[in-house]
């Protein structure tokens, strides 16, 4: 910011301060106390304003209000003020005078705080007392210069940090588009360290298509979410609105972990508030309800979900796992164990052969054997049944 001297500095953050303390800029550029300028007391008090000198140079502006008529038994309250004691303060009688000294000490600090300024002093008129009042303790913001002044709108440019200043490549910087680039996103999201290395989510938002790897990832991340529940909760991320019906989309507990996780952040092709493009709640009840339940097709239909609705979601949820399964291992306990939870779901649901593989134990040390996904077995020349074996994936 350029401060009141006319140098560049770094701009401070603002702070409060009085009123008495800030100092305006002028459109010439100079700068002068803020209650110096009539236009600074606009916001603040009622009555009119005025000037009030210190000395035959220095002056502030403040407000002038008729507080009391003059008679001959005393100070009787000027009519606005009588309105506000039979409004704020019956006790206090408001068509009896008062003496000035009294006047003063009982009924000068209620004027000041209607006004919300402080008394300075009185101007007699004719039989018209009139009370002039000061704003110097208002509060006000501005930042705070080398010159201990607090300005209200110094100029502000922004500056280079000190490293770029010098820097020889400053110029091809200058020509990038600003705009948010891919590697930007990724850093936002977690996918890459600082040094551009892919971090665990990274590695497992990979094995998927636009933002469900996201969701997979934020699942295994959070250690008391049950690997179960994940593995049927997964149906909802190409669910889209078939199953929410009058419900959110973004039900579930898989959502709730993925806006918490993601700062309910927008990025276009994958994530909307927080959330894979095509999620919707609801799904994942229904594959439960088949899967794990053994409860009929039949009775889960209904006006708003029919028999394709549900076939949709069973096949989009089977696709998803076998993505899960045919994804490279990783050093990651929470996804080598939804792994084998989904193993454990069998062939009948997933029509996933393994070979004669039947648990870990029987897998060379620290490797995992899956085979390709087929619908159905492949039927050999001699008219048995085999199964092809896929690449083998180290953990």
Request: aromatic letters at 10%; hydrophobic letters at 35%; a positive charge.
């Amino acid at each position: 910011m350029l401060n009141s001297r006319g140098e560049w500095k770094v701009c401070p953050p603002m702070s409060d301060t009085a009123l008495s303390n800030l100092w305006i800029r002028k459109e010439n550029g100079r700068w002068r106390p803020a209650l110096t300028l009539a236009t600074t007391l606009q916001p603040l008090g009622f009555g009119n304003l005025c000037k009030i000198r210190w000395d035959k140079k220095r002056f502030e502006y403040g407000r002038e209000l008729p507080v009391a008529s003059i008679t001959d038994k005393g100070w009787l309250a000027a009519k606005w003020f009588r309105k506000v004691l039979r409004e704020h303060y019956p006790l206090i009688p408001a068509n009896g005078t008062l003496a000035p000294e009294k006047f003063l000490s009982d009924l000068v600090p209620l004027i000041a705080k209607e006004v919300e300024g402080e008394f300075h002093d009185f101007v007699i008129r004719k039989s018209t007392a009139y009370g002039r009042f000061r704003f110097g303790a208002a509060s006000a913001r501005g930042h705070l210069d080398d010159q201990e002044r607090y300005l209200a709108n110094p100029e502000i440019r922004r500056s280079y940090p000190l490293v770029c200043q010098r820097c020889a490549c400053r110029s091809e910087c200058e020509a990038l588009d600003v705009s948010a680039s891919p590697a930007f996103a990724w850093r936002q999201l977690g996918l890459v360290d600082e040094r551009g290395v892919p971090t665990r989510r990274g590695i497992i938002f990979s094995f998927f298509n636009q933002g469900e790897g996201l969701a997979v990832a934020a699942g295994l991340e959070e250690d008391d979410y049950s690997i179960n529940d994940l593995v049927f909760d997964l149906a909802d991320l190409r669910a889209g609105h078939r199953f929410a019906m009058d419900d959110s989309r973004a039900g579930g507990r898989l959502a709730a972990i993925c806006q918490n996780r993601y700062h309910r952040a927008s990025f276009s092709g994958y994530l909307e508030l927080g959330l894979p493009i095509a999620y919707g709640s609801g799904a994942s009840e229904v594959v439960r309800d088949l899967v794990e339940h053994q409860i009929g097709r039949h009775k889960l239909v209904n006006d708003n979900i029919r028999h394709g609705d549900i076939e949709r979601a069973l096949t989009e949820w089977r696709s998803l796992l076998r993505q899960i399964v045919q994804a490279p291992g990783r050093a990651h306990r929470r996804w080598c164990v939804i792994w084998s939870n989904i193993r454990s779901v069998g062939t009948n649901w997933l029509m996933i052969t393994f070979g004669t593989v039947t648990s870990r134990e029987h897998l060379p040390s620290g490797e995992v054997y899956c085979v390709k996904l087929f619908k159905h077995p492949i039927t050999n020349g001699s008219g048995g049944s085999n199964y092809r074996r896929s690449h083998r994936y180290t953990f």
